[in-house]
C-alpha cells in the first residue's frame, strides 16, 4: 500500500469576532502535526503595549516608535498543550484576553503601521508551511496562496453566548449587553476599516458552526486538510 504522507501545507481560518476559530484552528494543528499561530493574539499584544506606554495611536510618529519597542513571541506551555503570548518576553497570554484590551484592539488593528509590522511576522512564521493560523485576513492578505482556507461563520446571539461564558468566569460583573455591544463593535470596525477588511476570500469555504458541536467541525475541516496535504 502507497504510504500517506501528510504534506505542510497552511491553513488559513478567517471569520467574525468570537466564532470558535482558534479552537478550531488549535485542534486542527495538534491533529495534524502543525503549528498553531493565533494572528490576533499578536494584535492584543500590540494593544496591551498600547496602553500600558500611553501611546496615541492617532500620531503614527509614537505608533513606529512603539512598534520598534515590541518584540512578539509565540513558547509552547507544554502543560496545557498550547502556545502562549509573549510580549518583551512577558506572559501576557491572560492579559490580553481583558475586555480592556478586547474594547481597543479593532481600533489599533485597522493602523496600517502596526498591520504592516504584523503581516510581515506573520508570512516569517509561515516560511515552511505546516501552520494554521486564524485572523481575518489570513486568506485574503497574509497568504493569499494557503492551500485551504476556511471562513468561519455563526449566528449572532449564538456568539453573545459563547463569549459571555467564556468571560464571566473572569469578570462576573459582565452583562451579556456589554459582550453583545463589543461583538458588534468589534464586527463593524473589522469589516469596514480601510486596510485589510475582514472578507471572504473568493476561494475559501464556509463554515457555518451555529449548529455544530467542536467535534463535528474538526472532523470537517480535517477532511478538507486532508484532501489537500495528503501526498501518496
Ligand atoms: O481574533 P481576536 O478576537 O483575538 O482578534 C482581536 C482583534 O484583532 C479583532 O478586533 C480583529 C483584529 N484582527 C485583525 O484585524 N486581523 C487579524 N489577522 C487578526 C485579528
Known amino acids: 500500500m502507497a504510504n500517506q504522507y501528510i504534506r505542510p501545507i497552511i491553513i488559513t481560518i478567517d471569520g467574525w469576532s468570537s466564532c470558535g476559530k482558534s479552537t478550531l484552528a488549535r485542534e486542527l494543528a495538534s491533529r495534524l ?3 498553531y499561530i493565533d494572528s490576533g493574539a499578536m494584535y492584543r499584544a500590540i494593544t496591551l503595549y498600547f496602553t500600558r506606554h500611553h501611546i496615541d495611536w492617532t500620531d ?23 502556545a502562549h503570548m509573549h510580549l518583551n518576553g512577558e506572559n501576557v497570554e491572560y492579559l490580553i484576553r481583558d475586555l480592556s484590551v478586547a474594547e481597543r484592539v479593532s481600533d489599533v488593528a485597522a493602523i496600517g503601521r502596526v498591520r504592516d509590522f504584523a503581516v510581515a511576522q506573520q508570512r516569517r512564521m509561515g516560511k515552511d508551511r505546516g501552520i494554521v493560523m486564524d485572523g481575518r485576513d489570513i486568506g485574503t492578505v497574509v497568504f493569499p496562496d494557503a492551500e485551504l482556507k476556511i471562513f468561519m461563520t455563526a449566528d449572532n446571539d449564538i456568539r453573545v453566548a459563547r463569549r459571555f461564558l467564556e468571560l464571566r468566569d473572569k469578570n462576573p460583573d459582565i452583562t451579556e449587553a456589554d459582550v453583545r455591544s463589543n461583538l458588534e463593535t468589534r464586527d463593524y470596525i473589522d469589516s469596514h476599516r480601510e486596510v485589510s477588511p475582514l472578507r471572504q476570500a473568493h476561494d475559501a469555504i464556509v ?23 495528503l501526498a501518496v
Not at 63 to 81: K, W, Y
Not at 211 to 222: G, K, R, S, V
Open 33 to 35: 502535526g502543525f503549528v
Open 207 to 229: 463554515l457555518d458552526n451555529s449548529n455544530l458541536t467542536p467535534q463535528e467541525q474538526l472532523d470537517i475541516a480535517l477532511g478538507w486538510a486532508r484532501q489537500r496535504a
Open 60 to 82: 503614527m510618529g509614537q505608533v513606529d516608535r512603539a512598534l520598534q519597542h515590541i518584540e512578539l513571541s509565540f513558547h509552547f506551555n507544554a502543560e496545557l498543550g498550547r
